[in-house]
């Protein structure tokens, strides 16, 4: 676990609230200020607009079968081309994007908040509901998380709401684990015992002090989980399972187009923007990560 | 010693009862029937009620279960009801192909992985770690199964090069072996490899910059010497974690690849078992990856004990 | 991935077992893509030299064939119908008799099969010195004893409603068989070309597939599963000479791409259940010849009666005339398979040309009709069962173009088996059925669902009862049978729809130009014995 603030640093937090919100920023500006952060930050606003304005910037109905125009190349009129069923692969393409996005923002936000909120809980009551949650989230953390998913989906069936709750409930155990850990890490130094011994409410605590200090880090893994989410919804996607057809997600897109590997834009297209995003994000947690090291940040 | 692995392997019990139930559940909730699997579309109710009967299916819920612990505590994870072969002997023929795999990706892994990471951590922000950032990055963003495919379509079909899929057993035939073996240890290993390398490239850096590094590097050492001799050591500790870690997702990657190259596997069996309603297969396999996975993060700790003696402490 | 449409699809897909060996026989006859004319020329290079070799060259022995049929159902090995079964099923046992491309039973372990002119039994004489692969004599016991294993009470077996049919078996002697039917049944002919004589001792073992014994062309060796399974020649084959192919090698590929490829690269020579799509990919290769066995099925939407926005028939006539085939052949098809609404093969006694046009594409009809019964702008959900959805697609555009919204639910293939064979499903279906190639019709009339009563479409009316039961006791090529036929079609394609055709389930194999299949094959098993490899 990265260690956030150094003793003195926290001390400090205690004292002036508008430090503390400092350093959450200074972790941001150290981020962006590293080239790499800047352009997996860039690649990654960029797409996550592109994603939510397709039905401002897509040509054609995603869903619309635009007859006589079957499996065509790029084009003017069709940038990506067409697929099997003569739709716009460009439009369907940033509508998939924009289905990844969904799922991946929603399985990991709320996932990522109510694993945080269960870890903090695990890490400050300690005791039984600690024992019966970790070893819950062990167990859940030993399967295959592709596997989980591809379960969750078959008793759920397909959807897009039902990819993001399997994605969201594989997880939820990462999250846990990483709010207990800071829990216990930030949970016994002087500035939360201070606030303990100050009265201050039991929740106050946890969400004032130990939740900011733990921002940066949760950043990062729900960056990665990110990343981690859109793959799973593309393998997904790969193995038939995903999306409700005739709606896009990239997963699909991809899988769709193995039938047609001989149209090379088809497959090419998607893909790309899919390798792009994962890229960004990665970039992004990497450099995150790197920000919040104030060993190396001090280079 | 032995009595720290005795401990942590009695600890791991829960978790297998818990995992367990939760097998069980969740395939209780999948829709989907076993027998209508068997006897397919057209079959008459009658015919699916006989199925039921002989795959014992008609019998409650907690009974199927407690019946299930009681033979898997002896060693028997049932019958399958797709093959009707025992699950031990479907696990045991699809863990060899597997553990193969795996074994040569994970091998590609740390190879690549560690000179990679160890290149850039010890140059950082030098093209070398510009160059290994932009490896890491293709790694983890290309898909298992759209490299897999983009390899396939290339390698194997445009230039023939290697077999479309299937397998030879490296036992048989080495050099056969090997060539079925190539491009699904290589997409796998690929991946691993950019995971890790990023993590050895964070590690060195850190253990690079502590002071007892500079000492050696004041007192006159080489580069090279001071990498191999003192950060390497130090820096490998929080990487065996994250090898455990790596090694369980290995055999998660399997199940994609396993499918992109036609190989027999456990991830094959199990994908097929859970599309099949082949609940004893589907129980007993994953039931022994998360048994799998807790003797991997076992062995990871007694690295760890290996790799700096402060730890073995508690 | 596909493995679900390769192993689960491939439960519905007994019609392309039951239609496979056309192929198998045809593809050679250079019949490479019947129905598909202007590709003629593309293929030519790839089908002329198979095309004059029956006639002119004389088989060769020896050699390996390695074939791919999706991962093989163990526990439907005997007993049911599966393609993924194909080659297994087919190499290792024999029946009594084949049914030829002809339409007419060929002799196989029967030396004389001989069904009485009124359709109430057979005589059978079996061959002499046949024996199973481990030596043991075949006798009329066989015989008897498979009969009552497929219609014994315990098993599944898709023979057992027709075996049931059978009420005396009387053994004369030890190679002559009289058996007798409860009632006239034409079809029974069906019956024994698909019942497989198995061996009393190791049946029961089958399912695991480790020891397999039967009498047919090869020699069961072993079998890994996700992997493939090993067969060997039969020395001992009761067709004196065959078969030419010393061993035949299973693999198996999960997807359809892989399988695609292998075919291409030559690590496959001969492919089943080759679809539309791969057809599309593989006809540019000049080293493959592509057999089209010809239809054995259709696609259909199926229209649940009882659900209220389809009770009004108007409105499941308007869903039927919207549906354009010929653009769903064209593009689904891959051009490959030509639009037919009925489900017959137009060489089947049961095809009646006239009747094709019993059923048009007619948006503007469908719309007033639509209109008429107030049904405009309705949301329908339909189910659908992964690997289906490409299909479903289309049809959802063509009703999207009449004003009704189908909503598609896919869910994982076994999950929707389930529905669908609990007639579960809400209000709307796509699945294919079969049954209804050469055979006799009233096969398919028994067994195929959403046809035969029980179905998913809840459609089972007292005069559709009676038709059936009609249907199952005629001559197909008698002019009362010829009646029968179609009123069920024009009931079905005009008066009252429960389900409307989409496509033609046709049926293609695809091998590698040396592999060399006779014509004459069988039409319900692929005449394995008589492959051979032009090396």
């Given at each position: 676990m990265q260690k956030t603030t150094s003793l003195p640093q926290a001390l400090e937090l205690r004292r002036n609230s508008r430090t503390r919100d400092s350093l959450f920023l200074t972790t941001l500006l150290e981020t962006v200020r590293n080239p790499m952060g800047a352009i997996g930050l860039f690649i990654v606003l960029a797409l996550v607009v592109v994603g939510f304005a397709a039905p401002f910037i897509a040509p054609y109905d995603p869903v619309d079968q635009i007859r006589g125009h079957r499996l065509e190349g790029p084009s003017m009129e069709f940038w990506f081309g067409t697929d099997e069923f003569s739709r716009?692969?460009?439009?369907?393409?940033?509508?998939?994007?924009?289905?990844?996005?969904?799922?991946?923002?929603?399985?990991?936000?709320?996932?990522?908040?109510?694993?945080?909120?269960?870890?903090?809980?695990?890490?400050?009551?300690?005791?039984?509901?600690?024992?019966?949650?970790?070893?819950?989230?062990?167990?859940?953390?030993?399967?295959?998380?592709?596997?989980?998913?591809?379960?969750?989906?078959?008793?759920?069936?397909?959807?897009?709401?039902?990819?993001?709750?399997?994605i969201g409930i594989g997880s939820f155990p990462r999250f846990a684990r990483i709010g207990r850990a800071q829990m216990l890490s930030e949970g016994s130094r002087d500035y939360v015992m201070a606030a303990r011994v100050t009265c201050a409410g039991e929740l106050r605590i946890i969400f004032r002090h130990v939740a900011i200090n733990a921002l940066p880090p949760l950043l990062v893994q729900g960056a990665l989980s990110m990343a981690g989410a859109i793959l799973i919804e593309a393998s997904l996607g790969y193995l038939g399972l995903g999306t409700e057809p005739p709606q896009p997600s990239l997963g699909n897109l991809i899988n769709g187009a193995r039938a047609h590997l001989d149209q090379w834009s088809y497959f090419a297209f998607p893909g790309t923007i899919l390798a792009l995003f994962l890229v960004g994000l990665n970039m992004l947690a990497d450099a995150t990560n790197e920000a919040m090291d104030p060993h190396r940040r001090r280079r | 010693m032995l009595v720290h692995v005795l401990r942590r392997l009695l600890q791991s019990l829960p978790v297998l009862l818990f995992a367990s139930i939760f097998v069980f559940s969740i395939l209780q909730m999948v829709p989907g029937d076993p027998a209508t699997n068997l006897a397919g579309p057209d079959a008459s109710d009658e015919d699916v009620e006989i199925i039921r009967k002989r795959l014992g299916l008609d019998r409650s819920v907690p009974e199927q279960y407690m019946s299930w612990v009681g033979n898997a505590l002896t060693g028997d994870l049932g019958t399958s009801f797709r093959s009707s072969r025992p699950v031990t002997e479907l696990l045991r023929s699809a863990l060899t192909p597997t553990l193969e795999l795996t074994l040569v990706a994970f091998t590609i892994e740390l190879v690549v992985g560690t000179i990679l990471g160890v290149m850039a951590g010890t140059r950082l922000r030098s093209a070398w770690d510009w160059g290994l950032s932009a490896f890491t990055m293709a790694g983890i963003a290309i898909p298992h199964f759209v490299l897999g495919l983009v390899l396939l379509y290339f390698v194997s079909f445009r230039l023939g090069w290697l077999p479309v899929g299937g397998r030879v057993p490296l036992t048989e035939d080495p050099i056969e072996g090997l060539r079925y073996l190539i491009l699904p240890a290589l997409v796998l290993g690929v991946t691993g490899a950019a995971v890790l390398a990023r993590f050895v490239r964070t590690s060195i850096a850190q253990v690079m910059n502590q002071d007892y590094i500079r000492t050696a590097r004041a007192k006159g050492l080489r580069g090279r010497s001071v990498v191999i001799h003192h950060a390497l050591r130090n820096g490998l500790v929080p990487i065996v974690t994250v090898i455990a870690l790596q090694f369980a997702a290995l055999l998660t990657g399997s199940v994609v690849v396993e499918n992109v190259f036609s190989r027999p596997g456990v991830g094959r069996l199990v994908v097929g078992a859970i599309q099949a309603r082949d609940y004893p297969v589907v129980q007993g396999v994953l039931l022994f990856l998360v048994f799998g996975f807790i003797v991997i993060n076992l062995a990871a700790d007694i690295m760890y004990g290996v790799l700096d003696p402060r730890i073995r402490v508690h | 991935m596909d493995i679900e449409k390769q192993g689960f699809d491939a439960r519905l897909g007994r019609r392309k077992l039951l239609t496979g060996s056309v192929a198998a026989g045809v593809g050679l006859a250079g019949l490479a893509l019947a129905g598909c004319g202007d590709d003629d020329d593309s293929n030519a290079d790839a089908t002329s030299p198979a095309n004059s070799t029956p006639s002119v060259k004389v088989p060769k022995r020896g050699g390996t064939l390695v074939v791919d049929s999706g991962e093989p159902a163990p526990d439907a090995l005997v007993y049911a119908f599966n393609a993924n079964n194909f080659y297994l099923r087919w190499a290792i046992w024999d029946g009594l008799i084949i049914q030829g491309a002809d339409n007419r039973p060929r002799l196989a372990l029967a030396e004389v099969f001989e069904m009485k002119p009124d359709f109430t039994g057979v005589h059978i004489k079996l061959r002499a010195g046949l024996q199973f692969h481990d030596g043991r004599a075949l006798t009329a016991d066989d015989v008897r004893f498979s009969i009552e294993t497929f219609r014994a009470d315990t098993t599944t077996s898709q023979l057992k409603n027709p075996g049931k049919l059978?009420?005396?078996?009387?053994?004369?002697?030890?190679?002559?068989?009289?058996?007798?039917?409860?009632?006239?049944?034409?079809?029974?002919?069906?019956?024994?070309?698909?019942?497989?004589?198995?061996?009393?001792?190791?049946?029961?073992?089958?399912?695991?597939?480790?020891?397999?014994?039967?009498?047919?062309?090869?020699?069961?060796?072993?079998?890994?599963?996700?992997?493939?399974?090993?067969?060997?020649?039969?020395?001992?084959?009761?067709?004196?000479?065959?078969?030419?192919?010393?061993?035949?090698?299973?693999?198996?590929?999960?997807?359809?791409?892989a399988r695609t490829l292998a075919l291409q690269s030559g690590e496959l020579m001969h492919a089943s259940q080759v679809t539309p799509a791969m057809v599309k990919n593989l006809k540019s290769s000049k080293d493959i010849v592509i057999g089209d066995g010809g239809i054995?099925?259709?696609?259909?939407?199926?229209?649940?009666?009882?659900?209220?926005?389809?009770?009004?028939?108007?409105?499941?006539?308007?869903?039927?005339?919207?549906?354009?085939?010929?653009?769903?052949?064209?593009?689904?098809?891959?051009?490959?398979?030509?639009?037919?609404?009925?489900?017959?093969?137009?060489?089947?006694?049961?095809?009646?040309?006239?009747?094709?046009?019993?059923?048009?594409?007619?948006?503007?009809?469908?719309?007033?009709?639509?209109?008429?019964?107030?049904?405009?702008?309705?949301?329908?959900?339909?189910?659908?069962?992964?690997?289906?959805?490409?299909?479903?697609?289309?049809?959802?555009?063509?009703?999207?173009?009449?004003?009704?919204?189908?909503?598609?639910?896919?869910?994982?293939?076994?999950?929707?088996?389930?529905?669908?064979?609990?007639?579960?499903?809400?209000?709307?279906?796509?699945?294919?059925?079969?049954?209804?190639?050469?055979?006799?019709?009233?096969?398919?009339?028994?067994?195929?669902?959403?046809?035969?009563?029980?179905?998913?479409?809840?459609?089972?009316?007292?005069?559709?009862?009676?038709?059936?039961?009609?249907?199952?006791?005629?001559?197909?090529?008698?002019a009362a049978g010829k009646e029968l036929l179609h009123q069920w079609n024009k009931l079905y394609l005009v008066d009252d729809p429960w389900m409307a055709p989409l496509a033609p389930n046709n049926t293609f194999f695809a091998m590698r130009k040396q592999v060399i299949a006779p014509p004459d094959g069988a039409r319900d098993a692929p005449p394995l014995s008589e492959f051979w490899i032009d090396a």
């Open positions: 716009d692969i460009f439009s369907r393409t940033i509508y998939g994007l924009r289905a990844s996005l969904l799922v991946s923002i929603f399985a990991i936000g709320f996932f990522g908040a109510l694993g945080t909120i269960a870890g903090f809980m695990a890490g400050y009551f300690r005791g039984l509901l600690d024992t019966i949650l970790m070893r819950f989230v062990d167990s859940m953390l030993a399967f295959p998380g592709l596997l989980l998913a591809i379960a969750i989906l078959a008793a759920l069936g397909a959807g897009i709401q039902n990819v993001a709750l399997a | - | 059978i009420s005396a078996i009387k053994i004369v002697d030890p190679l002559t068989l009289d058996i007798t039917f409860s009632a006239p049944r034409p079809f029974m002919e069906d019956y024994f070309a698909l019942l497989p004589i198995v061996d009393e001792k190791t049946v029961a073992q089958a399912p695991q597939m480790k020891v397999l014994n039967g009498a047919g062309p090869f020699k069961f060796v072993s079998y890994t599963p996700n992997q493939g399974y090993v067969l060997e020649r039969n020395p001992n084959y009761w067709d004196a000479g065959k078969p030419y192919i010393d061993k035949i090698q299973g693999r198996i590929y999960s997807d359809e791409q054995g099925g259709s696609w259909y939407a199926g229209l649940v009666v009882d659900y209220p926005a389809l009770k009004d028939t108007r409105v499941r006539q308007a869903l039927s005339l919207a549906i354009d085939r010929t653009r769903i052949a064209k593009e689904w098809g891959e051009g490959v398979i030509q639009p037919q609404v009925l489900p017959w093969p137009k060489e089947s006694p049961a095809y009646i040309p006239e009747d094709e046009a019993l059923l048009k594409y007619e948006p503007d009809r469908a719309k007033a009709l639509l209109k008429q019964a107030g049904a405009e702008g309705m949301t329908i959900p339909m189910d659908i069962g992964q690997s289906r959805e490409g299909l479903a697609q289309f049809v959802q555009d063509d009703w999207k173009a009449i004003g009704v919204n189908a909503q598609l639910n896919v869910s994982e293939y076994s999950a929707y088996l389930e529905r669908f064979r609990t007639r579960k499903v809400e209000a709307m279906f796509v699945s294919p059925f079969g049954f209804s190639d050469n055979m006799h019709p009233a096969t398919f009339f028994d067994f195929a669902q959403p046809v035969r009563i029980p179905n998913a479409s809840h459609y089972q009316p007292d005069a559709y009862k009676a038709l059936l039961a009609k249907l199952a006791e005629t001559d197909p090529r008698s």
